[in-house]
T-cell receptor, first 111, second 115 residues
Framework: QKEVEQNSGPLSVPEGAIASLNCTYS??????FFWYRQYSGKSPELIMS????GDKEDGRFTAQLNKASQYVSLLIRDSQPSDSATYLC???????????FGAGTILRVKS | NAGVTQTPKFRILKIGQSMTLQCTQD?????MYWYRQDPGMGLKLIYY???????DKGEVPNGYNVSRSTTEDFPLRLELAAPSQTSVYFC??????????????FGPGTRLLVL
């Protein structure tokens, strides 16, 4: 099993809908998780980090961490065409202070 | 702060040529990283450094070398370029553990084409 796994998509949602992006992880990662957004041809930029079980909200974004089921998700409310990008899930490796990334999920928001 | 800067933005190499990808950060971060990203894929760690004079291999280090003589700079060296090294290369930095932020900050990337 890979350390961090994501569905590559694309995930298509209509404008104004909730987009739900999911990520599962293995026992080899620590309990620090990050969601990065990457526009085509650009570098990743951090959207959310989450360390504790439960939900963390920041504007239209909510990160959810479920340690028992080993998954982390990102919800985007009121999706906008500008949210169309690849979303990368990342986790700190348990040893070595290194991030491991999922392959990313392509999100397309249609107006 | 300029953050993390990378040069060049784009380069075409012939097979067997060598080059150095430059990375500089002005945030006084101890930890620096080099990743490569192939089309439609996530980021794979090449090398990383936890401070000046200390480097370690990541997931895909073959064909690359690094050095870290200062806190600010972390160059990546390709000695004998191969078509398999065609990719986009990202440099990133972060604070050391225990200093609060675990966030990695990325440079704009270097697009490399090996023909």
């Amino acid at each position: 099993q890979k350390e961090v796994e994501q569905n590559s998509g694309p995930l298509s949602v209509p404008e104004g809908a909730i987009a739900s992006l999911n990520c599962t992880y293995s026992d080899r990662v620590s309990q620090s998780f990050f969601w990065y957004r990457q526009y085509s041809g650009k570098s990743p930029e951090l959207i959310m980090s989450i360390y504790s079980n439960g939900d963390k909200e920041d504007g239209r974004f909510t990160a959810q961490l479920n340690k028992a089921s080993q998954y982390v998700s990102l919800l985007i409310r009121d999706s906008q065409p500008s949210d169309s990008a690849t979303y990368l899930c990342a986790a700190n490796m348990e040893y070595g202070n290194k991030l491991v990334f999922g392959a990313g999920t392509i999100l397309r928001v249609k107006s | 702060n300029a953050g993390v800067t990378q040069t060049p933005k784009f380069r075409i190499l012939k097979i067997g040529q060598s080059m150095t990808l430059q990375c500089t950060q002005d945030m006084n971060h101890n930890y620096m990283y080099w990743y490569r990203q192939d089309p439609g894929m996530g980021l794979k760690l090449i090398y990383y450094s936890v401070g000046a004079g200390i480097t370690d291999k990541g997931e895909v280090p073959n064909g690359y070398n690094v050095s870290r003589s200062t806190t600010e700079d972390f160059p990546l060296r390709l000695e004998l370029a191969a078509p398999s090294q065609t990719s986009v290369y990202f440099c990133a930095s972060r604070e050391a553990p225990g200093q609060g932020q675990e966030t990695q900050y990325f440079g704009p990337g270097t697009r490399l084409l090996v023909l």
